[in-house]
């Protein structure tokens, strides 16, 4: 089984399916379809053969001759891969965007776009992603809003990349993102500390590791207060208006719903504030608001929203040292860098009301 293995490796580097290095030794192991033990016996037949170079904790480089092989030439360009085009992004998202895009041209980099639901779609997502990273050598690639499986295919090939947002353990990739869990379980805490005990995370169904990280932040700050008869639940919708107006109308027709509501998305934030306010409801007075994200246009609803702020320059400067660190093969000793963002108070998380609301 290990020489087969280690015919395996040999073809692939020969074919350039590899550049540089090897995909990690998990993502390897798994792609193989072998156990991490006989994959380390294969590259370390190759080690001895010259053919590869174990530089732990970095990772394994692939020689030619003796000698590490010669790098591409540079393209002095970046890929950001995202679903959908930038002017269709949230406000914030396209500003770190354009925030990223001014920093590499101070360098002589530039950034282009690559958008589309085919690069994200699971059937013949490797082949989609294959022919565009073939046709398009970006020296490093920017993942926006990336699901799971595409983070997948571009740790499991080794392709360069960094991701704009968070990463689950089953892409060890560098990123850059809010730090979604301790803002949730802040929030939680803000909610119970004005004596709301009914209390909701009203997000769009999906295995995104922000949402996930998010969700699980915010359970850890009700299960302090569980023995006070605090509770959270996850309202799940699938990011449509209509969607998220029914998940509304099933909280609303129980006989005790919840006071506080966590909503994630700015979009789906206003949509929630202005369709309580038309079913005359009060916010906060009869029922709180919070959005952990913000965008500028939410600075113009009334009353102003309790929200989470970050400072998009600062954030694309982040993503920028990251790629550059990538681009030059350098040691990178922290991959998840998360973010705390600023705490603002505004005027949509008030005091629980006593006794049940109007409906």
């Excluded at 590490?68 to 679903?83: D, F």
């Excluded at 994200?120 to 920017?142: I, K, T």
């Amino acid at each position: 089984m290990i020489t087969q293995v280690v015919g395996i490796l040999q073809d692939g580097i020969a074919g350039g399916k590899w550049q540089d290095w090897l995909p990690s030794e998990r993502a390897l192991a798994e792609q193989l379809h072998v156990s991490r033990n006989t994959l380390r016996a294969a590259i370390a037949q190759l080690c001895e053969q010259g053919v590869l170079e174990a530089r732990r904790p970095i990772g394994t480089r692939i020689m030619r001759g003796g000698k590490p092989q010669e790098p591409r030439a540079r393209t002095h360009t970046i890929g950001l891969l995202s679903p959908e085009p930038i002017d269709l992004f949230r406000p914030n998202v396209a500003l770190i965007i354009d925030e990223l895009r001014a920093q590499l041209a101070e360098i002589g980099y530039r950034l282009r776009v690559h958008h589309g639901d085919k690069y994200y779609a699971p059937q013949g997502l490797p082949r989609a992603l294959s022919g565009l990273v073939e046709g398009n050598p970006h020296d490093c690639w920017v993942l926006v809003m990336a699901t799971e499986e595409v983070k997948r295919w571009f740790y499991e090939t080794g392709v360069k990349c960094v991701v704009s947002g968070s990463c689950g353990p089953e892409a060890d990739l560098p990123f850059v993102d809010l730090d979604y869990r301790a803002l949730c379980r802040h929030a939680a805490g803000q909610m119970i500390a004005k004596g709301h005990k009914r209390l909701a995370y009203l997000a769009e169904k999906t295995n995104r590791t922000g949402v996930v990280d998010g969700l699980r932040g915010f359970l850890e700050g009700v299960e302090p207060a569980a023995a006070r008869g605090v509770t959270g639940e996850a309202v799940w919708h699938q990011a449509t208006a209509a969607s998220i107006t029914r998940a509304l109308e099933r909280l609303l027709a129980r006989k005790e719903w919840p006071t506080a509501l966590l909503v994630v998305n700015p979009n789906h934030y206003l949509l929630a504030l202005t369709w309580l306010q038309r079913r005359g409801l009060r916010v906060p007075e009869d029922i709180s608001l919070v959005s952990p994200d913000h965008d500028p246009f939410l600075s113009f609803t009334h009353p102003p929203p309790t929200h989470y702020a970050f400072n998009a320059h600062a954030f694309a400067k982040r993503l920028f040292k990251l790629i550059m660190l990538v681009v030059a093969d350098e040691v990178i000793t922290k991959k998840d860098i998360r973010i705390m963002p600023d705490y603002v108070k505004g005027a949509t998380l008030g005091e629980a009301a006593e006794g049940p609301p109007p409906v």
